[in-house]
């Protein structure tokens, strides 16, 4: 089989703010920023990669999500539990500082892991862990 990764999704809570921490502080590109019923759905993705997306997307914005269900989603963004991602680069040590320099709230500066990778970890905007591994 032949299966890639093409998009994952992540919540935004401030689509603008989310924008600006994509966009200018990791230099991902907008590949699309579309809007319904007062809802935005931003698609960013790393340079040179457009097979790979990242869908910036309003939380349980689903319809079969209950009110119940949409409360505890944003009580687990606000503490961070809800979603992550992990990202990969070359300058682990150049790509924290520029991470730390824009404000973002660090979980982890560069450590090597027992299990065998170096990375550390942000938080986005929205509260979603970003964990970003050294590329060997």
């Known amino acids: 089989m032949d299966i890639t990764i093409h998009s994952s999704f992540l919540p935004h809570d401030h ?6 921490f994509y966009r200018d ?3 991902f590109e907008v590949r699309s920023d579309v809007g319904y019923e007062g809802m935005r759905w931003i698609t960013v993705g790393p340079a040179g990669q457009p097979g790979t997306s990242i869908v910036l997307e309003p939380p349980a914005a689903d319809p079969g999500v209950t009110d ?14 809800y979603a992550g991602i992990v990202l990969a680069t070359a300058d682990l040590d150049g790509t924290f500082e ?3 320099a ?3 709230e660090v979980i982890q500066e560069p450590t090597k892991q027992p299990y ?3 990375d550390c970890a942000f938080r986005d905007p929205a509260g979603n862990m970003i964990r970003i591994q050294e590329r060997r």
């Open 15 to 20: 689509p603008e703010v989310s924008l600006a």
């Open 25 to 27: 502080t990791l230099g």
């Open 68 to 81: 119940d269900e949409r409360r505890t989603i944003v009580e687990m963004m606000a503490k961070g539990t």
């Open 98 to 100: 520029r991470v730390q």
């Open 102 to 104: 824009s404000g973002a």
């Open 116 to 118: 065998g990778v170096r």
